[in-house]
Protein backbone atom coordinates (compact mmCIF):
# COMPACT_ATOMS: atom_id res chain seq x y z
CA UNK A 1 0.00 0.00 0.00
CA UNK A 2 1.52 3.16 -1.02
CA UNK A 3 0.11 6.85 -0.07
CA UNK A 4 2.69 8.97 -1.62
CA UNK A 5 2.35 12.55 -2.71
CA UNK A 6 -0.52 12.31 0.68
CA UNK A 7 0.75 14.53 3.42
CA UNK A 8 0.24 13.52 7.49
CA UNK A 9 0.80 15.69 10.42
CA UNK A 10 2.04 13.57 13.23
CA UNK A 11 0.81 15.16 16.94
CA UNK A 12 2.62 13.50 20.00
CA UNK A 13 0.77 13.89 23.61
CA UNK A 14 3.46 11.47 25.58
CA UNK A 15 3.64 14.36 28.33
CA UNK A 16 -0.33 15.22 28.54
CA UNK A 17 -1.99 11.57 27.66
CA UNK A 18 1.11 9.42 28.20
CA UNK A 19 1.74 10.72 31.48
CA UNK A 20 -1.44 8.87 32.76
CA UNK A 21 0.28 5.47 32.42
CA UNK A 22 -0.27 3.90 35.82
CA UNK A 23 4.01 3.99 36.83
CA UNK A 24 4.79 6.86 35.08
CA UNK A 25 5.25 10.29 36.45
CA UNK A 26 7.48 12.74 34.80
CA UNK A 27 9.18 15.63 36.85
CA UNK A 28 9.09 19.18 34.76
CA UNK A 29 13.29 18.99 34.38
CA UNK A 30 11.71 15.08 32.71
CA UNK A 31 9.36 16.60 30.18
CA UNK A 32 11.50 19.70 29.02
CA UNK A 33 14.06 17.05 28.06
CA UNK A 34 11.51 15.26 26.30
CA UNK A 35 9.88 18.52 24.84
CA UNK A 36 13.28 19.46 23.14
CA UNK A 37 14.38 15.57 21.99
CA UNK A 38 10.77 15.35 19.99
CA UNK A 39 11.97 18.91 18.67
CA UNK A 40 15.38 17.58 18.10
CA UNK A 41 13.67 14.43 15.75
CA UNK A 42 11.26 16.71 13.73
CA UNK A 43 7.70 16.84 15.41
CA UNK A 44 5.31 18.96 14.49
CA UNK A 45 3.01 19.40 17.34
CA UNK A 46 4.30 18.75 20.58
CA UNK A 47 1.37 18.45 23.42
CA UNK A 48 2.44 19.62 27.07
CA UNK A 49 -0.38 18.89 29.19
CA UNK A 50 -3.30 20.58 30.62
CA UNK A 51 -2.70 23.98 31.94
CA UNK A 52 -4.44 24.20 35.31
CA UNK A 53 -4.64 20.79 36.00
CA UNK A 54 -2.06 20.19 38.39
CA UNK A 55 0.61 22.69 39.65
CA UNK A 56 3.62 20.67 37.79
CA UNK A 57 1.76 20.78 34.18
CA UNK A 58 1.50 25.12 35.04
CA UNK A 59 4.91 25.51 35.60
CA UNK A 60 5.45 23.73 32.73
CA UNK A 61 3.86 25.71 30.56
CA UNK A 62 5.65 28.57 32.01
CA UNK A 63 8.97 27.21 31.65
CA UNK A 64 8.70 25.58 28.00
CA UNK A 65 7.49 28.97 26.61
CA UNK A 66 10.70 30.19 27.04
CA UNK A 67 12.20 27.64 25.56
CA UNK A 68 13.54 27.70 20.95
CA UNK A 69 12.22 24.92 19.19
CA UNK A 70 13.32 24.17 15.75
CA UNK A 71 10.61 22.21 14.07
CA UNK A 72 7.99 21.27 17.32
CA UNK A 73 5.15 23.69 17.92
CA UNK A 74 4.29 23.42 21.68
CA UNK A 75 0.18 22.68 22.79
CA UNK A 76 -2.07 23.22 25.53
CA UNK A 77 -4.72 20.67 26.10
CA UNK A 78 -7.95 21.53 27.74
CA UNK A 79 -11.97 21.16 28.38
CA UNK A 80 -14.60 23.26 27.22
CA UNK A 81 -16.72 25.48 29.15
CA UNK A 82 -19.01 23.74 32.20
CA UNK A 83 -22.76 23.02 30.96
CA UNK A 84 -24.44 26.48 32.11
CA UNK A 85 -21.28 28.70 32.12
CA UNK A 86 -20.23 31.97 29.98
CA UNK A 87 -16.85 31.50 28.42
CA UNK A 88 -15.88 34.49 29.30
CA UNK A 89 -15.45 33.28 33.02
CA UNK A 90 -14.10 29.81 32.69
CA UNK A 91 -11.38 28.69 34.58
CA UNK A 92 -10.43 25.89 32.12
CA UNK A 93 -10.58 28.43 29.02
CA UNK A 94 -8.54 30.77 31.30
CA UNK A 95 -5.83 28.82 31.81
CA UNK A 96 -6.17 27.36 28.40
CA UNK A 97 -4.92 30.97 27.38
CA UNK A 98 -2.84 31.81 30.14
CA UNK A 99 -0.56 29.26 28.73
CA UNK A 100 0.44 31.03 25.88
CA UNK A 101 0.68 28.71 22.77
CA UNK A 102 -0.67 29.45 19.78
CA UNK A 103 -2.10 26.36 19.45
CA UNK A 104 -4.72 24.51 21.84
CA UNK A 105 -6.43 20.85 21.64
CA UNK A 106 -9.96 21.27 22.93
CA UNK A 107 -11.41 18.24 24.18
CA UNK A 108 -15.47 17.56 24.00
CA UNK A 109 -18.11 14.69 24.88
CA UNK A 110 -19.37 13.61 21.32
CA UNK A 111 -20.89 10.13 23.09
CA UNK A 112 -24.72 11.25 23.76
CA UNK A 113 -24.16 9.07 26.97
CA UNK A 114 -21.19 11.37 28.36
CA UNK A 115 -23.30 14.31 28.12
CA UNK A 116 -26.73 13.49 29.90
CA UNK A 117 -25.22 10.85 32.57
CA UNK A 118 -21.69 12.52 32.90
CA UNK A 119 -22.45 15.91 32.83
CA UNK A 120 -25.78 16.21 33.26
CA UNK A 121 -27.06 18.25 30.97
CA UNK A 122 -29.28 17.70 27.63
CA UNK A 123 -27.59 17.20 24.23
CA UNK A 124 -28.24 20.95 22.90
CA UNK A 125 -26.11 22.51 26.11
CA UNK A 126 -23.66 19.33 24.93
CA UNK A 127 -23.31 20.78 21.05
CA UNK A 128 -23.25 24.62 22.51
CA UNK A 129 -20.35 23.87 24.97
CA UNK A 130 -18.64 22.91 22.09
CA UNK A 131 -19.47 25.57 19.75
CA UNK A 132 -18.79 28.42 22.53
CA UNK A 133 -15.51 27.06 23.60
CA UNK A 134 -14.11 26.98 20.31
CA UNK A 135 -15.16 30.59 19.10
CA UNK A 136 -14.49 32.38 22.32
CA UNK A 137 -10.47 30.42 21.91
CA UNK A 138 -10.34 31.75 17.86
CA UNK A 139 -11.42 35.07 18.94
CA UNK A 140 -8.81 35.60 21.25
CA UNK A 141 -6.48 34.82 18.42
CA UNK A 142 -5.95 31.14 19.50
CA UNK A 143 -5.70 28.70 16.31
CA UNK A 144 -7.63 25.61 17.84
CA UNK A 145 -7.59 21.68 17.36
CA UNK A 146 -11.22 19.84 18.60
CA UNK A 147 -10.53 16.13 20.34
CA UNK A 148 -14.11 14.87 19.97
CA UNK A 149 -13.81 12.61 23.15
CA UNK A 150 -15.29 8.90 23.12
CA UNK A 151 -16.15 9.72 19.16
CA UNK A 152 -16.50 6.17 17.89
CA UNK A 153 -18.86 5.41 20.61
CA UNK A 154 -21.10 8.06 20.53
CA UNK A 155 -21.03 7.44 16.45
CA UNK A 156 -22.14 3.99 17.28
CA UNK A 157 -24.62 4.36 19.49
CA UNK A 158 -26.42 8.13 17.70
CA UNK A 159 -24.03 9.70 14.79
CA UNK A 160 -26.53 11.99 15.22
CA UNK A 161 -25.41 13.99 18.03
CA UNK A 162 -21.72 12.70 17.35
CA UNK A 163 -21.88 14.61 13.85
CA UNK A 164 -23.35 17.62 15.76
CA UNK A 165 -20.44 18.36 17.82
CA UNK A 166 -17.61 17.72 14.95
CA UNK A 167 -20.45 20.68 12.79
CA UNK A 168 -20.09 22.88 15.90
CA UNK A 169 -16.16 22.94 16.19
CA UNK A 170 -15.82 23.08 12.60
CA UNK A 171 -18.32 26.35 12.15
CA UNK A 172 -17.05 27.98 15.40
CA UNK A 173 -13.37 27.14 13.68
CA UNK A 174 -11.20 24.52 14.40
CA UNK A 175 -8.65 23.58 12.50
CA UNK A 176 -8.34 19.58 12.99
CA UNK A 177 -11.37 17.64 14.05
CA UNK A 178 -9.65 14.85 15.75
CA UNK A 179 -12.01 11.62 16.34
CA UNK A 180 -11.25 9.81 19.71
CA UNK A 181 -11.31 5.51 20.66
CA UNK A 182 -11.12 6.87 23.85
CA UNK A 183 -12.01 3.56 25.36
CA UNK A 184 -9.92 1.53 22.71
CA UNK A 185 -12.57 -0.64 21.42
CA UNK A 186 -12.84 -0.28 18.27
CA UNK A 187 -11.38 -3.06 15.39
CA UNK A 188 -9.73 -1.62 12.17
CA UNK A 189 -12.69 -2.06 9.53
CA UNK A 190 -15.27 -0.26 12.18
CA UNK A 191 -12.66 2.92 12.23
CA UNK A 192 -12.37 2.69 8.42
CA UNK A 193 -15.77 2.56 8.11
CA UNK A 194 -16.60 5.86 10.00
CA UNK A 195 -13.60 7.52 9.19
CA UNK A 196 -14.61 7.35 5.47
CA UNK A 197 -18.78 8.36 6.56
CA UNK A 198 -17.33 11.53 8.39
CA UNK A 199 -14.94 12.29 5.78
CA UNK A 200 -18.34 12.83 3.47
CA UNK A 201 -19.59 15.16 5.35
CA UNK A 202 -16.60 17.26 6.57
CA UNK A 203 -15.13 20.38 5.07
CA UNK A 204 -11.53 20.82 7.61
CA UNK A 205 -9.02 18.19 7.81
CA UNK A 206 -9.48 15.05 10.44
CA UNK A 207 -7.08 13.80 13.16
CA UNK A 208 -7.26 10.69 15.22
CA UNK A 209 -6.64 9.31 18.37
CA UNK A 210 -7.23 6.01 20.05
CA UNK A 211 -5.98 3.46 22.52
CA UNK A 212 -4.81 0.22 22.62
CA UNK A 213 -7.32 -1.47 24.64
CA UNK A 214 -8.30 -3.90 21.47
CA UNK A 215 -4.42 -3.80 20.47
CA UNK A 216 -5.29 -2.16 17.74
CA UNK A 217 -4.04 0.95 18.05
CA UNK A 218 -1.04 1.19 15.58
CA UNK A 219 -3.82 -0.57 13.22
CA UNK A 220 -6.53 1.87 13.42
CA UNK A 221 -4.37 5.10 13.11
CA UNK A 222 -2.95 3.65 9.72
CA UNK A 223 -6.19 2.85 8.73
CA UNK A 224 -7.40 6.04 9.43
CA UNK A 225 -4.54 7.59 7.59
CA UNK A 226 -6.01 5.32 4.54
CA UNK A 227 -9.42 6.59 4.97
CA UNK A 228 -8.32 9.97 4.67
CA UNK A 229 -7.42 11.20 8.03
CA UNK A 230 -4.66 14.04 8.38
CA UNK A 231 -3.29 14.28 11.89
CA UNK A 232 -2.22 11.28 13.84
CA UNK A 233 -2.34 11.68 17.38
CA UNK A 234 -0.06 9.51 19.69
CA UNK A 235 1.93 8.96 22.39
CA UNK A 236 6.06 7.70 22.19
CA UNK A 237 5.92 3.88 23.17
CA UNK A 238 2.43 4.03 23.22
CA UNK A 239 2.92 5.48 26.90
CA UNK A 240 -1.01 6.15 27.77
CA UNK A 241 -3.96 4.94 30.35
CA UNK A 242 -4.85 1.38 31.12
CA UNK A 243 -2.85 -0.56 27.83
CA UNK A 244 -1.99 2.75 26.38
CA UNK A 245 -2.07 5.12 23.37
CA UNK A 246 -1.28 4.13 19.77
CA UNK A 247 2.84 4.08 19.61
CA UNK A 248 4.03 6.59 17.31
CA UNK A 249 7.28 4.66 17.14
CA UNK A 250 6.17 2.04 14.48
CA UNK A 251 3.24 4.55 13.25
CA UNK A 252 5.72 6.62 12.04
CA UNK A 253 8.04 4.17 10.61
CA UNK A 254 5.47 2.45 8.59
CA UNK A 255 3.97 6.03 7.23
CA UNK A 256 7.46 6.77 6.14
CA UNK A 257 8.88 3.64 4.94
CA UNK A 258 5.76 1.32 4.37
CA UNK A 259 3.40 3.54 3.54
CA UNK A 260 4.87 6.49 1.33
CA UNK A 261 4.17 9.70 3.14
CA UNK A 262 7.75 10.53 3.30
CA UNK A 263 6.97 14.60 4.73
CA UNK A 264 5.83 12.69 7.85
CA UNK A 265 9.27 13.85 9.70
CA UNK A 266 11.93 15.76 8.18
CA UNK A 267 14.29 13.97 5.85
CA UNK A 268 16.68 11.91 7.75
CA UNK A 269 14.69 11.20 10.69
CA UNK A 270 13.05 8.03 10.74
CA UNK A 271 16.63 7.04 11.44
CA UNK A 272 16.48 8.39 14.76
CA UNK A 273 13.41 6.50 15.99
CA UNK A 274 15.11 3.80 18.21
CA UNK A 275 17.24 6.38 20.11
CA UNK A 276 14.15 8.54 20.65
CA UNK A 277 12.19 5.55 21.56
CA UNK A 278 14.91 4.59 24.39
CA UNK A 279 15.69 8.00 25.22
CA UNK A 280 12.12 8.57 25.99
CA UNK A 281 11.78 5.22 28.16
CA UNK A 282 15.08 6.24 29.92
CA UNK A 283 13.89 10.00 31.14
CA UNK A 284 10.46 8.35 31.88
CA UNK A 285 12.32 5.53 34.02
CA UNK A 286 10.26 2.77 32.28
CA UNK A 287 12.11 0.06 31.07
CA UNK A 288 12.13 -0.43 27.28
CA UNK A 289 10.32 -2.61 25.51
CA UNK A 290 13.18 -5.27 24.23
CA UNK A 291 10.30 -6.57 21.63
CA UNK A 292 9.05 -3.11 20.55
CA UNK A 293 8.63 -3.14 16.71
CA UNK A 294 11.28 -1.21 14.95
CA UNK A 295 13.34 0.24 18.11
CA UNK A 296 13.15 -2.58 20.40
CA UNK A 297 16.68 -4.13 21.09
CA UNK A 298 15.26 -7.36 19.82
CA UNK A 299 13.47 -6.06 17.10
CA UNK A 300 15.71 -7.32 14.42
CA UNK A 301 18.21 -10.15 16.40
CA UNK A 302 17.58 -13.76 14.85
CA UNK A 303 18.15 -16.91 16.98
CA UNK A 304 20.81 -19.61 15.62
CA UNK A 305 19.70 -21.84 12.92
CA UNK A 306 18.12 -21.01 9.61
CA UNK A 307 17.23 -17.50 10.44
CA UNK A 308 21.02 -17.27 11.39
CA UNK A 309 22.63 -18.36 8.52
CA UNK A 310 19.92 -17.00 5.75
CA UNK A 311 19.96 -13.66 7.51
CA UNK A 312 24.03 -13.52 7.30
CA UNK A 313 23.46 -14.60 3.17
CA UNK A 314 20.65 -12.59 2.32
CA UNK A 315 19.05 -10.16 5.00
CA UNK A 316 16.09 -9.20 3.53
CA UNK A 317 14.64 -12.53 3.50
CA UNK A 318 14.32 -12.64 6.87
CA UNK A 319 13.80 -8.22 8.33
CA UNK A 320 11.23 -6.34 6.75
CA UNK A 321 13.02 -3.36 6.61
CA UNK A 322 16.85 -3.01 6.76
CA UNK A 323 17.01 -2.22 10.80
CA UNK A 324 19.53 0.49 10.15
CA UNK A 325 16.69 2.75 8.29
CA UNK A 326 15.20 3.35 11.79
CA UNK A 327 18.80 3.57 13.77
CA UNK A 328 18.77 0.38 15.43
CA UNK A 329 21.23 -2.70 14.48
CA UNK A 330 20.85 -7.16 13.53
CA UNK A 331 21.48 -9.32 16.18
CA UNK A 332 22.18 -13.09 15.91
CA UNK A 333 21.64 -15.04 19.32
CA UNK A 334 25.14 -17.37 19.89
CA UNK A 335 26.64 -15.64 17.53
CA UNK A 336 28.99 -12.83 16.81
CA UNK A 337 27.32 -11.53 13.49
CA UNK A 338 25.86 -8.11 13.10
CA UNK A 339 26.52 -4.70 14.46
CA UNK A 340 29.67 -3.48 12.59
CA UNK A 341 27.75 -0.74 10.36
CA UNK A 342 26.05 0.47 12.98
CA UNK A 343 29.01 0.88 15.12
CA UNK A 344 30.85 2.19 12.43
CA UNK A 345 27.56 4.75 11.61
CA UNK A 346 28.16 6.04 15.48
CA UNK A 347 31.59 6.27 15.48
CA UNK A 348 31.26 8.48 12.55
CA UNK A 349 28.25 10.62 14.22
CA UNK A 350 30.39 10.96 17.40
CA UNK A 351 33.88 11.92 15.48
CA UNK A 352 35.83 8.81 16.99
CA UNK A 353 38.53 7.16 14.47
CA UNK A 354 37.61 4.01 14.31
CA UNK A 355 39.71 1.65 12.21
CA UNK A 356 38.33 -1.42 10.34
CA UNK A 357 40.24 -3.55 12.83
CA UNK A 358 39.21 -1.98 15.75
CA UNK A 359 35.13 -2.16 15.28
CA UNK A 360 34.76 -6.13 16.02
CA UNK A 361 36.63 -5.35 19.44
CA UNK A 362 33.60 -2.67 20.02
CA UNK A 363 30.80 -4.58 18.99
CA UNK A 364 31.45 -7.30 21.28
CA UNK A 365 32.23 -5.07 23.88
CA UNK A 366 29.05 -3.05 23.82
CA UNK A 367 27.09 -6.37 23.35
CA UNK A 368 28.77 -7.87 26.56
CA UNK A 369 28.09 -4.28 28.38
CA UNK A 370 24.63 -4.08 27.15
CA UNK A 371 23.91 -7.80 28.20
CA UNK A 372 24.83 -7.18 31.77
CA UNK A 373 22.34 -4.11 31.81
CA UNK A 374 24.45 -0.68 30.08
CA UNK A 375 22.26 1.29 27.81
CA UNK A 376 23.85 3.48 25.64
CA UNK A 377 20.81 4.89 23.61
CA UNK A 378 20.32 7.08 25.98
CA UNK A 379 24.18 7.07 27.47
CA UNK A 380 25.79 8.44 24.33
CA UNK A 381 28.87 9.83 26.47
CA UNK A 382 29.64 6.51 27.83
CA UNK A 383 29.29 5.21 24.12
CA UNK A 384 31.78 7.49 23.16
CA UNK A 385 34.34 6.71 25.75
CA UNK A 386 33.74 3.26 24.98
CA UNK A 387 34.77 3.54 21.46
CA UNK A 388 37.93 5.81 21.65
CA UNK A 389 38.83 2.74 24.31
CA UNK A 390 38.21 0.29 21.19
CA UNK A 391 40.25 2.51 19.32
CA UNK A 392 43.68 2.35 21.39
CA UNK A 393 42.98 5.78 23.32
CA UNK A 394 44.00 6.15 27.13
CA UNK A 395 42.43 8.76 28.74
CA UNK A 396 45.20 11.39 29.83
CA UNK A 397 43.24 12.86 32.51
CA UNK A 398 43.26 11.25 35.75
CA UNK A 399 44.01 8.05 37.69
CA UNK A 400 41.69 7.22 40.30
CA UNK A 401 43.83 5.49 43.07
CA UNK A 402 40.97 4.75 45.32
CA UNK A 403 37.76 5.80 46.72
CA UNK A 404 35.99 5.25 49.78
CA UNK A 405 32.26 6.78 51.86
CA UNK A 406 30.28 6.03 54.38
CA UNK A 407 27.35 7.34 56.52
CA UNK A 408 26.87 8.83 59.66
CA UNK A 409 23.33 8.56 61.16
CA UNK A 410 23.82 10.97 64.56
CA UNK A 411 20.38 10.30 66.24
CA UNK A 412 21.18 12.14 69.25
CA UNK A 413 21.57 15.05 67.19
CA UNK A 414 18.03 14.32 65.55
CA UNK A 415 20.10 15.40 62.19
CA UNK A 416 19.78 14.16 58.77
CA UNK A 417 22.33 11.39 57.96
CA UNK A 418 25.80 13.09 56.76
CA UNK A 419 27.88 11.00 53.73
CA UNK A 420 31.77 11.43 53.80
CA UNK A 421 33.58 10.83 50.74
CA UNK A 422 37.37 10.63 50.51
CA UNK A 423 39.23 10.44 47.09
CA UNK A 424 42.92 9.66 46.07
CA UNK A 425 43.66 10.59 42.38
CA UNK A 426 46.95 11.35 40.09
CA UNK A 427 46.50 14.63 38.09
CA UNK A 428 49.22 15.50 36.02
CA UNK A 429 51.86 13.77 38.26
CA UNK A 430 50.23 15.10 41.39
CA UNK A 431 48.54 12.84 44.16
CA UNK A 432 45.89 14.00 45.34
CA UNK A 433 44.16 13.40 48.62
CA UNK A 434 40.71 14.62 49.33
CA UNK A 435 37.31 14.38 51.80
CA UNK A 436 34.05 16.07 50.94
CA UNK A 437 30.82 15.90 52.84
CA UNK A 438 27.66 15.92 50.93
CA UNK A 439 23.61 14.75 51.68
CA UNK A 440 24.21 11.64 50.27
CA UNK A 441 26.70 9.49 49.54
CA UNK A 442 26.63 10.31 45.40
CA UNK A 443 26.70 14.09 46.62
CA UNK A 444 29.78 13.29 49.05
CA UNK A 445 31.80 11.42 46.46
CA UNK A 446 31.43 14.15 43.25
CA UNK A 447 32.03 16.98 46.24
CA UNK A 448 35.46 15.07 46.40
CA UNK A 449 36.06 14.31 43.40
CA UNK A 450 35.54 17.51 42.33
CA UNK A 451 37.98 19.10 45.33
CA UNK A 452 40.89 16.66 43.70
CA UNK A 453 40.43 17.57 40.30
CA UNK A 454 39.26 21.55 39.86
CA UNK A 455 43.07 22.99 40.48
CA UNK A 456 44.39 20.83 37.41
CA UNK A 457 41.12 21.10 35.44
CA UNK A 458 39.49 24.27 36.47
CA UNK A 459 36.78 23.62 33.46
CA UNK A 460 35.22 21.77 36.46
CA UNK A 461 33.83 24.58 37.50
CA UNK A 462 31.06 25.19 34.64
CA UNK A 463 30.69 21.66 34.96
CA UNK A 464 27.06 20.38 37.08
CA UNK A 465 25.22 17.35 37.97
CA UNK A 466 21.78 17.71 36.50
CA UNK A 467 20.37 14.47 37.46
CA UNK A 468 20.29 11.57 39.01
CA UNK A 469 18.48 8.55 38.27
CA UNK A 470 18.67 4.48 39.46
CA UNK A 471 17.15 1.70 37.48
CA UNK A 472 16.83 -2.26 39.67
CA UNK A 473 17.22 -4.38 36.44
CA UNK A 474 16.08 -7.54 38.26
CA UNK A 475 13.82 -6.70 41.14
CA UNK A 476 13.36 -11.03 41.91
CA UNK A 477 16.66 -10.92 43.31
CA UNK A 478 16.29 -8.14 45.88
CA UNK A 479 18.89 -6.23 47.57
CA UNK A 480 21.28 -8.29 45.18
CA UNK A 481 20.17 -6.92 42.29
CA UNK A 482 22.09 -5.26 39.40
CA UNK A 483 21.38 -1.71 39.08
CA UNK A 484 21.88 0.74 36.48
CA UNK A 485 22.49 4.68 37.31
CA UNK A 486 22.63 7.52 34.88
CA UNK A 487 24.04 10.65 35.36
CA UNK A 488 23.10 13.86 33.53
CA UNK A 489 25.74 16.82 33.23
CA UNK A 490 26.02 19.96 31.70
CA UNK A 491 28.38 22.82 31.21
CA UNK A 492 26.31 25.72 30.10
CA UNK A 493 26.68 24.63 26.55
CA UNK A 494 26.39 20.95 26.17
CA UNK A 495 24.92 18.04 27.88
CA UNK A 496 25.67 14.82 28.06
CA UNK A 497 24.38 11.30 30.18
CA UNK A 498 26.55 8.42 31.45
CA UNK A 499 25.90 5.06 32.63
CA UNK A 500 27.11 3.02 35.16
CA UNK A 501 25.79 -0.52 36.12
CA UNK A 502 26.94 -2.83 38.52
CA UNK A 503 25.32 -4.91 41.72
CA UNK A 504 26.59 -2.35 44.34
CA UNK A 505 24.90 1.09 43.78
CA UNK A 506 28.18 2.59 45.09
CA UNK A 507 30.19 1.29 42.16
CA UNK A 508 27.38 2.22 39.82
CA UNK A 509 27.41 5.69 40.46
CA UNK A 510 30.85 6.24 40.47
CA UNK A 511 31.12 4.66 37.19
CA UNK A 512 28.73 6.98 35.57
CA UNK A 513 30.21 10.01 37.77
CA UNK A 514 33.86 9.75 36.78
CA UNK A 515 32.79 8.79 33.17
CA UNK A 516 30.80 12.24 33.49
CA UNK A 517 34.07 14.29 34.09
CA UNK A 518 36.32 12.52 31.71
CA UNK A 519 33.57 13.34 28.73
CA UNK A 520 33.51 16.91 30.30
CA UNK A 521 36.97 17.30 30.26
CA UNK A 522 37.48 15.74 26.79
CA UNK A 523 34.94 17.85 24.95
CA UNK A 524 35.64 21.28 26.59
CA UNK A 525 32.93 23.60 26.09
CA UNK A 526 33.91 26.78 23.61
CA UNK A 527 36.00 29.81 25.19
CA UNK A 528 33.61 32.28 24.61
CA UNK A 529 30.84 30.66 26.69
Not at 174 to 195: K, Q, S, Y
Not at 307 to 315: D, E, N, Y
Not at 487 to 507: F, K, P, R
Request: aromatic share 6%.
Amino acid sequence: MSDAGRAVELYDTTLRDGAQRADLSYSIDDRLRILHKLDQVGFPFVEGGWPGANPRDTEFFSLASRETLKHAQLTAFGMTRKAGEDVTTSRALRDLLDAGTEVVCLVGKAWDLHVTQALRTDLDEGVAMVRDSVGFLREQGRRVFFDAEHFFDGYVTDASFAMRVLAAAEEAGAERLVLCDTNGGMLPFDVARIVTAVGERTNVPLGIHVHNDAGCAVANSLIAVDAGVFQVQGTINGYGERTGNADLIPITADLVLKMGIGDALPAGAVEHLTELAHYVAEVANVAPDSHQPYAGRHAFTHKAGLHTSGVARLSRAYEHIDPEMVGNRRGVVASDYGGGSTVRMKADELGVTLADSAIPKAVDEIKRREASGYAFDVAEASLDLLLRRAAGWSQPFFEIESYRVHVEERVADDEPPLAEATVKVRTKGTRHIESAEGQGPVGALDNALRKALVNDYPELDTMELEDFRVRVLDESVGTGAVVRVLIDMSDGEQAWTTVGVSENIIEASWEALTSGYLFGLLHPRSPEV
